[in-house]
């Protein structure tokens, strides 16, 4: 079964950043999509940032030029690098993925438990 675990969240003043991690285990599928949702409390979960095994790659306008995807397939785990954060920032994170090349396009079919990210003003 595929799972995800996110680490890194925490608190920061405005303007910091934080590196997410993702470890990902029992995705055997050589056609993927994976990436990064956030839902602040109140507020519809927001796709953040996607990358597809046919190299296709996104990221939403509020995290464009700020957020960056990367991964060490050594490790088997995926990084959200997180600059210049926002208050408005402030979200659960989920690493989330689908055994598709289309899940960056519709819905990821896997989430991990969340990470906490707290920008403070």
């Known amino acids: 079964e595929v799972q995800l675990v996110e680490s890194g969240g925490g608190s920061v003043q405005a303007g910091g950043s934080l590196r997410l991690s993702c470890e990902v285990s029992?995705?055997?599928?050589?056609?993927?999509?994976i990436g990064w949702m956030r839902q602040a409390p109140g507020k519809e979960p927001e796709r953040i940032s996607c990358?597809?095994?046919?190299?296709?790659?996104s990221y939403a306008d509020s995290v464009k030029g700020r957020f960056t995807m990367s991964s060490d397939n050594a490790k088997n785990t995926v990084y959200l690098q997180m600059n210049d954060l926002k208050p408005e920032d402030t979200a659960a994170y989920y690493c989330?993925?689908?055994?598709?090349?289309?899940?960056?396009?519709?819905?990821?079919?896997?989430w991990g438990r969340g990470t906490q990210v707290t920008v403070s003003s």
């Open positions: 989330a993925a689908s055994g598709t090349l289309y899940g960056c396009y519709s819905e990821f079919d896997y």
């Open positions: 029992g995705f055997t599928s050589n056609a993927y999509a």
């Open positions: 990358f597809s095994s046919d190299g296709f790659t």
